[in-house]
């Protein structure tokens, strides 16, 4: 069974279009891994602070690889200083198609 996630982060005040920047930074790269199913960034449309990114994963082994990753590592380093919050939700696929 895949592993889909759900990560969720608020950029700071007036830190949107930086931190947009530093996320697209990595889809080419990630999308390129082993067992990246999907990996898509989204902008809420009523709260354009909130980025939520949707992917899929052959496995949570996988998913652990791609969060130890260099270009993940990289990221990870420079939000701090750009988001006020963050949640990365690792879910278990019940039933239905796919929901990217």
């Given at each position: 069974?895949t592993?889909?996630?759900?990560?969720?982060?608020?950029?700071?005040?007036?830190?949107?279009?930086?931190?947009?920047?530093?996320?697209?930074?990595?889809?080419?790269?990630?999308?390129?891994?082993?067992?990246?199913?999907?990996?898509?960034?989204?902008?809420?449309?009523?709260?354009?602070?909130?980025?939520?990114?949707?992917?899929?994963?052959?496995?949570?082994?996988?998913?652990?690889?791609?969060?130890?990753?260099?270009?993940?590592?990289?990221?990870?380093?420079?939000?701090?200083?750009?988001v006020?919050?963050?949640?990365?939700?690792?879910l278990?696929?019940?039933?239905?198609?796919?929901?990217?």
């Open positions: 069974m592993t889909p996630v759900v990560a969720i982060f608020v950029a700071k005040p007036g830190a949107e279009e930086k931190l947009e920047a530093l996320f697209r930074s990595v889809i080419a790269t990630t999308l390129k891994e082993d067992g990246c199913i999907s990996y898509q960034l989204n902008r809420e449309l009523d709260n354009p602070r909130r980025f939520v990114w949707t992917e899929e994963w052959e496995s949570r082994e996988l998913l652990n690889r791609h969060a130890a990753a260099p270009h993940i590592k990289a990221i990870l380093a420079e939000i701090p200083e750009l006020e919050s963050a949640e990365v939700i690792p278990r696929k019940i039933d239905g198609g796919h929901a990217f």
